[in-house]
């Protein structure tokens, strides 16, 4: 746990995600960043010149364009956007006493997507185990009032449970104490 500025910060790291919690102006922020992979970048770059150098080839062959090389140009433009790097560069989980909470998803290119979740809407955290014949992740989501669907913390990150543990339990933590400050239950004065 480090100190910086009179702010409490702690986190831990991954081979692929590294996990940033601090608290700033009264908000409870949890952050998972995503490492980019210098190999992944460069497989990308591979899979672009490829597509271009097949779209040139067919273009300028003095044969036209043919089935051959339609199969080409397709067959390049998907190994290229398959290995195009994940555009998500972080993901942050805000919480806001009695206001509710911020889901942010910050994008390589600087673009930031933001929603908000009021408190009155989240029923409860649920950590998710899910199971596939070639693999098994955990996922951190919301059951939010009024929606027939689990609303994913990290939508496009699946960081390990270890991380996504001290994110659950900070919101089961701020849902409880919310819930009952609105029980009918008599208050302590």
């Not at 956007?81 to 009695?98: A, F, G, H, N, Y």
């Not at 955290?125 to 596939?132: A, D, R």
């Not at 009032?145 to 543990?165: A, G, T, W």
Request: aromatic share 10%; proline share 5%; with cysteine.
């Amino acid at each position: 746990m480090r100190s910086y500025m009179g702010q409490q910060e702690d986190g831990m790291s991954d081979g692929l995600y590294t996990y940033k919690h601090h608290r700033e102006r009264g908000a409870d922020i949890h952050t998972i960043f995503v490492k980019k992979s210098k190999f992944r970048i460069l497989l990308s770059f591979i899979g672009t010149t490829f597509l271009l150098v097949s779209v040139c080839c067919a273009l300028l062959s003095k044969d036209g364009l043919c089935l051959c090389s339609l199969w080409s140009i397709s067959f390049a433009s998907v190994i290229a956007k398959c290995l195009r790097c994940d555009p998500v560069k972080k993901e942050s989980l805000v919480i806001m006493p009695t206001f509710g909470i911020q889901l942010e998803q910050h994008f390589w290119s600087g673009r930031v997507h933001r929603k908000f979740v009021p408190i009155g809407k989240i029923l409860r955290p649920v950590l998710n185990e899910h199971v596939t014949p070639v693999s098994c992740y955990w996922s951190l989501a919301l059951l939010v009032r009024e929606e027939y669907e689990l609303m994913l913390v990290f939508k496009s990150l699946n960081p390990p449970v270890k991380m996504l543990v001290p994110i659950w339990k900070a919101l089961c933590a701020f849902v409880d104490s919310n819930s009952l400050g609105n029980s009918a239950l008599p208050q302590p004065t």
